[in-house]
């Protein structure tokens, strides 16, 4: 499982999701999507754009969860 780490980007850049969104040209609706992991797919447009605004690196972002440890890594098991 992928997991997207934005939440943890944005606190530790101490920017606000409006902000970003703003800042990268997406509706707040839709960050708020990807931020809370309720998208399928994140176009690399958007995701060079998050970096970029950002200062990070796509690793950054994203999370790697093995299927066997999803339970216990999302606090499910």
Do not use: H, W
């Amino acid at each position: 499982m992928i997991v997207l780490r934005l939440d943890r980007m944005l606190a530790q850049r101490k920017v606000n999701g409006k902000d970003l969104a703003e800042r990268i040209g997406i509706s707040p609706v839709n960050l708020s999507r990807i931020k809370t992991g309720k998208i399928s797919a994140v176009r690399f447009s958007t995701l060079d754009a998050i970096c970029q605004a950002l200062d990070c690196q796509p690793g950054d972002l994203l999370e790697y969860i093995p299927d066997d440890e999803v339970g216990d890594r999302m606090g499910l098991a």
